[in-house]
Structure formats: C-alpha cells, structure tokens
C-alpha cells in the first residue's frame, strides 16, 4: 500500500496510496483495514461513510464494498477529533501529552515518552506523537530513532537532524545500545526464580487483523525470529510481582510475551493477560466489567526506566522514574516504600549496566 503522497497540519492529516495490482477487486473496506490495523472495522465503515476517503475521478461518496482497482488513487483524510480519546470503565481519560525531557542537546532529544503517545504518526494515531509535538515546537523534521508501543511509557530517542539520527541508528543496528524496562506482572504459577532469561523464538501467529498477536514457539522450532530477554524480580507481594527486563533483542511484544510464557502476565496487558478477542473489545470500546476487572489498569504496566548508548565518544545512560499511573497502582496494592523500590531499581539496573560493559 505505496503512500505517493501525505501531509501533516495541526489539525488534519492527508494520506495518498496507490492501489497495486495485488488488490484489485478487493472492497474499499478490506483494503484500508488490511493496512490500518490499529483501526477498528466499525472506524474504517465510519470514515468511509462520513467522505474522508475519496478515489480519485470517482466523485461522490463510497460504501464500504466499493471494489477498488489497479492504479486507483485513494485519499484518506483524518481530522483530529475524538478518534484518539481512551476510555476507561467508560470514562475519558486525561492523558498526558507533554512529554518529560530526560537530555537534549543541539542535536538528540531523549524524552520520558507518556502512555498513549505514539512514537510517530501510524495508522487512526497521528496527533498524539513524540515526532509531531516536537516538529511542532521546533518548525522541522524530529527522526525516531527507535520505538516504544503506543501503551509503552518510558525513555525513548529522537534525532534533530539526520546526521545525529543515522549514528544513532547504527549504535542499535551494531548492539551497542542496552535497554531496561520496569513491569508489574500477575503471578500465574510464576516459578519463584529472581533471576532468569527466556530465549523463545517470536512472530505473528496469523496474517491479517491477528497479526498483532505475537506466538512462541517451542525451542527447537526454526519458526519466528529469535529473541532474548533476561529478567529481574525486584519485589514479590500478594499476587503481584515487580521486576526489571533487559531485552537483547527487540521483537515486537518480546518483553510481554516472554514474561506470559515464565508466568508473569503484565497487569493490563490486553492480549497476553487477556486475549485476541479481549483485546478487540477494548479497541472497539465494548470491553465489558469482566474485562476490565482482569485488566486493573487502562494499559499495560510496563515502563522503559533507562538506556545506555553510545553518544559523542561516551557511554551515555538515561534513566526515569516509575510514572504516575504506575505509581498509583503500587500505592493501593502494595506496601512497599515507593522511594526505596527506585532506589532497589536503580541499584540493579546499574548493575546490569556495568556487566556488560562494550
């Protein structure tokens, strides 16, 4: 689905793609929800109702089964509206758009990205961003040079230009870079090891609307990408566990998933605490009190707390504290000092920093 053309204003986004001969036929519908995952079926139906999607030299409005052809140009139009509102128990929340600045300079930018911020404009997320709250301070292009998953908070890196962005993206390209995440996990028959790694091969279990559903598969299995992650336990109480993952590799989900398999679920996690269909109930805002009483929290618990790059002749760390939301749920369902578990993170996580020395 080749984009030939888009523009960002403030306020409105503008998509052109070219339909390819390997769609042909297909419904207006399927095509844009092949593409558009994080839109929901009943979202796409709407846009395509309400005119913010038109095929050029076929004037007037088009149905959901309007059949597109080879070398169709489609225009897709967002506005910004209530498209990227988060409810929760049926109420709006108010989410953070601002991100906490953790280092810059003249040419980086590291930020404490808020939950709900996507990295970069993708699919029905395109105002919400950290590249568009900064290309709007600064009037220019902001590289992402890495990504967080939209639910995601935590550290992330972006370039002010393109030289500062193809350096740091040879510093990940070449493992040079380590990353550590803070999580609040469930303990579902969770084996009691405080120190542990998962090395289970990862990738999409289905094509289509499933893909966002990562599979594990056996170890002897040549199936998926591989994928490593090592994991500390910093605080077990009740039915909960807080710990540190230090991934090697960065799969999709690779964190979550490999924490489900071990048997510590994230708390909020919609997919690997959850399910596919629990997920989709979610994004389709008919998540019932069941759902939402497994879940806990309106997203997944996980936060990048620090990494550690190469940067101008130096090994740089950068690090956060534990967000607010996160802070909340510790303090209604544990009894843990909240200034001595940053403290025990903080003292792990320098640990960990300083074994692997490059």
Same mark, same amino acid.
């Given at each position: 689905?080749p984009?030939?053309?888009?523009?960002?204003?403030?306020?409105?986004?503008?998509?052109?793609?070219?339909?390819e001969?390997?769609?042909?036929?297909?419904?207006? $519908?399927?095509?844009?929800q092949?593409?558009?995952?994080? =839109?929901?079926?009943?979202?796409?139906?709407k846009?395509?109702?309400?005119?913010?999607?038109? *095929?050029?030299?076929?004037?007037?409005?088009?149905?959901a089964?309007?059949?597109?052809?080879?070398?169709?140009?489609?225009?897709?139009?967002?506005h910004?509206?209530?498209?990227?509102?988060?409810? =929760?128990?049926?109420?709006?929340?108010?989410?953070?758009?601002?991100?906490?600045?953790?280092?810059?300079?003249?040419?980086?930018? *590291?930020?404490?990205?808020?939950?709900?911020?996507?990295?970069?404009?993708?699919?029905?997320?395109?105002?919400? !961003?950290?590249?568009?709250?900064?290309?709007?301070?600064?009037?220019?292009? !902001?590289?992402?040079?890495?990504?967080? $998953?939209?639910e995601?908070?935590?550290?992330?890196?972006?370039?002010?230009?393109?030289? +500062?962005?193809?350096?740091?993206?040879?510093?990940?390209?070449?493992?040079?870079?380590?990353? +550590?995440?803070?999580? *609040?996990?469930?303990?579902?028959? =969770?084996?009691?090891?405080?120190?542990?790694?998962?090395?289970?091969?990862?990738?999409?279990?289905?094509?289509?609307?499933?893909?966002?559903?990562?599979?594990?598969?056996?170890?002897?299995?040549?199936?998926?990408?591989?994928?490593?992650?090592?994991?500390?336990?910093?605080?077990?109480?009740?039915?909960?566990?807080?710990?540190?993952?230090?991934?090697?590799?960065?799969?999709? /989900?690779?964190?979550?998933?490999?924490?489900?398999?071990?048997?510590?679920?994230?708390?909020?996690?919609?997919?690997?605490?959850?399910?596919?269909?629990?997920?989709?109930?979610?994004?389709?805002?008919?998540?019932?009190k069941?759902?939402?009483?497994?879940?806990e929290?309106?997203? /997944?618990?996980?936060?990048?707390?620090?990494?550690r790059?190469?940067y101008?002749?130096?090994?740089k760390?950068?690090?956060?504290?534990?967000?607010? $939301?996160l802070?909340? =749920?510790?303090k209604?369902?544990?009894?843990i000092?909240?200034?001595?578990?940053?403290?025990?993170?903080?003292?792990?996580?320098?640990?960990?920093?300083?074994?692997?020395?490059?």
């Open positions: 689905m984009i030939i053309d888009k523009t960002f204003e403030s306020n409105k986004y503008t998509a052109v793609y070219l339909v001969e390997e769609h042909d036929g297909m419904r207006l $519908d399927q095509y844009l092949t593409y558009l995952a994080s =839109w929901s079926r009943e979202q796409v139906k846009k395509i109702s309400q005119g913010d999607i038109t *095929i050029k030299d076929r004037p007037g409005k088009h149905r089964s309007t059949k597109i052809y080879t070398r169709d140009i489609i225009t897709l139009i967002t910004k509206t209530e498209h990227e509102d988060e409810y =929760w128990n049926g109420e709006l929340l108010e989410l953070q758009t601002e991100p906490e600045i953790l280092f810059e300079d003249e040419d980086l930018i *590291i930020i404490s990205k808020p939950p709900y911020m996507s990295t970069h404009p993708t699919g029905k997320h395109l105002f919400n !961003c950290a590249t568009v709250f900064f290309e709007s301070m600064y009037k220019k292009t !902001c590289h992402s040079i890495h990504r967080l $998953d939209r995601t908070s935590g550290a992330l890196m972006l370039a002010k230009n393109p030289k +500062c962005a193809q350096i740091m993206t040879e510093g990940f390209e070449k493992d040079l870079v380590r990353k +550590c995440y803070f999580f *609040i996990a469930y303990n579902r028959d =969770w084996n009691n090891e405080y120190s542990f790694e998962d090395n289970h091969r990862l990738g999409a279990s289905e094509e289509g609307l499933k893909r966002v559903y990562i599979n594990h598969f056996p170890k002897d299995s040549t199936d998926g990408k591989s994928a490593r992650t090592l994991f500390e336990v910093v605080h077990v109480e009740g039915d909960y566990v807080l710990g540190l993952a230090f991934p090697i590799t960065g799969r999709q /989900h690779q964190i979550r998933v490999h924490a489900m398999i071990n048997g510590l679920p994230l708390v909020g996690d919609k997919l690997y605490l959850g399910n596919f269909k629990m997920f989709q109930r979610f994004k389709d805002n008919i998540a019932t069941e759902d939402h009483d497994l879940m929290i309106s997203r /997944h618990a996980l936060h990048a707390i620090a990494l790059a190469p101008k002749g130096e090994e760390i950068f690090s956060s504290t534990i967000p607010n $939301d802070q909340k =749920w510790i209604s369902k544990m009894t000092d909240l200034g001595d578990l940053q403290e025990k993170l903080e003292s792990k996580i320098q640990d960990y920093f300083n074994k692997d020395k490059r």
